[in-house]
């Protein structure tokens, strides 16, 4: 059993996957220059608008992802199904809040994005 405290929860939307996935956010906006240059391990949930096939190369290498966009028709839904990564699609909350480096929970279950003080 694990037993964690959940500050706040800051963000929810419709879930992709079974799994929760803790780690920090790198916030990214599409169209996604240099792509090849930014630096992401399985430890960073990508947070954007949308999903376009710039940010693809990306998203085989996070965690987890997190957009605005909605839909599970959408192309952040369609990517998620594709690389079995745990998700949240159609954001709604504090997503002003949702910054480089915050350490978050994502619940793909739920569908909801934590704040994880550590």
Avoid: C, N, Y
Wanted: charged fraction near 20%.
């Amino acid at each position: 059993m694990m037993v964690r405290r959940i500050d706040r929860i800051l963000a929810r939307g419709a879930g992709i996957g079974q799994r929760d996935v803790a780690g920090v956010i790198l916030a990214l906006r599409t169209p996604v220059q240099s792509a090849e240059d930014i630096v992401v391990g399985s430890q960073h949930i990508i947070f954007t608008d949308k999903v376009d096939r710039t940010i693809l190369p990306l998203l085989r290498r996070a965690g987890g992802l997190i957009t605005v966009e909605g839909g599970m028709d959408s192309h952040g839904a369609l990517a998620a199904v594709e690389l079995g990564l745990p998700a949240v699609v159609g954001a709604e909350g504090s997503l002003h809040e949702l910054i480089d480096g915050l350490s978050i929970i994502l619940d793909a279950s739920t569908g909801q994005v934590t704040e994880w003080k550590r």
